[in-house]
């Protein structure tokens, strides 16, 4: 699972339109094949990411 879920975890990136002032606070979390994750840490880690997107306008960057 933790496979499957390292490439759901790439990194993100700030679109920078109606973006919060608390997004200014976060950063999206970067993970790379080499990384070893539980499946719990790569769970946060995606809902972390997705949350970014969802209220800061990540997008998506590379894999």
């Given amino acids: 699972m933790c ?3 390292v ?3 790439t990194g993100c990136a700030g679109s ?3 973006i919060d002032t608390a997004c200014g606070a976060f950063r999206p979390v970067y993970t790379s094949r080499a990384d ?3 499946d719990a840490t790569a769970e946060q880690l995606l809902a ?3 949350t970014g997107a ?3 306008g990540w997008t998506p ?3």
């Fill in 3 to 5: 496979a499957a879920l």
């Fill in 7 to 9: 490439v759901l975890l």
């Fill in 16 to 18: 920078g339109a109606g």
């Fill in 36 to 38: 070893t994750l539980t």
């Fill in 48 to 50: 972390h990411n997705r």
């Fill in 54 to 56: 969802s209220l800061c």
């Fill in 61 to 63: 960057t590379g894999v």
